[in-house]
């Protein structure tokens, strides 16, 4: 069955960076765009980034344009979000999502925590 | 940017009974465009609907969209306990794709 799970998640510093990873399994990654989606504690879903199944086409939400960094790793599987210049408003669950358009397959989630 | 805004905030209903979700955008959704989440406390979203109106794999034909340009509605015709939750809207019409502040049905 379609899995993603993500990792690396924790408390970070205002400033600071942070890498997630999302490990796929289930389905030919390779076929799929992928997203990252984040929701901040209490309040609604954000878009934060996706990436077609080649890499050339990627989109940034504009709250984190020139901090965030998407990238995959077909042979691995594998999805990435690189955050740089974390904040207080970073802070939220970020899910690894199969898709682009509309979801049906959302991982468990990882939770990202900006704080000093 | 397409603001989606959901309605009511919070709906208070019992089990059997109908429940109605409005999703009204800021402007016109492109091809329909719209999806439906549910989420339940500490879960991820899972998607009830698609395109408006088709019901993602595996879920119950008592939940039903409709609506075209600008309104679009979530019908649960009757309510079981498991459909308690939190409701997105969602639209990949124009980008950025955005969601809805939700809708939270409750226990009356």
């Known amino acids: 069955q379609v899995q993603v799970v993500e990792s690396g998640g924790g408390l970070v510093k205002p400033g600071g960076s942070l890498r997630l990873s999302c490990a796929a399994s289930g389905f030919t990654f390779s076929d799929y765009y992928m997203s990252w989606i984040r929701q901040a504690p209490g309040k609604g879903l954000e878009w934060v980034s996706y990436i077609s199944n080649s890499g050339s086409d990627i989109y940034y939400a504009d709250s984190v344009r020139g901090r965030f960094t998407i990238s995959r790793d077909n042979a691995k599987d594998s999805l990435y979000l690189q955050m740089n210049s974390l904040t207080a408003e970073d802070t939220a669950v970020y899910y690894c999502t199969r898709g682009h358009t509309m979801i049906a397959h959302w991982g468990q989630g990882t939770l990202v925590t900006v704080s000093s | 940017e397409i603001v989606l805004t959901q309605s009511p905030g919070t709906l208070s209903l019992s089990p059997g009974e109908g429940a109605t979700l409005s999703c009204r955008a800021s402007?016109?959704?492109?091809?329909?465009?719209l999806a439906w989440y549910q989420q339940k406390p500490g879960r991820a979203p899972r998607l009830l609907i698609y395109?408006?109106?088709t019901r993602a794999t595996g879920i119950p034909d008592r939940f039903s969209g409709s609506g075209s340009g600008t309104d679009f509605t979530l019908t649960i015709s009757r309510l079981e306990p498991e459909d308690f939750a939190l409701y997105y809207c969602q639209q990949y019409g124009s980008s950025p794709w955005t969601f809805g502040q939700g809708t939270k049905v409750e226990f009356k």
């Open positions: 402007q016109s959704v492109r091809n329909s465009f």
């Open positions: 395109d408006t109106s």
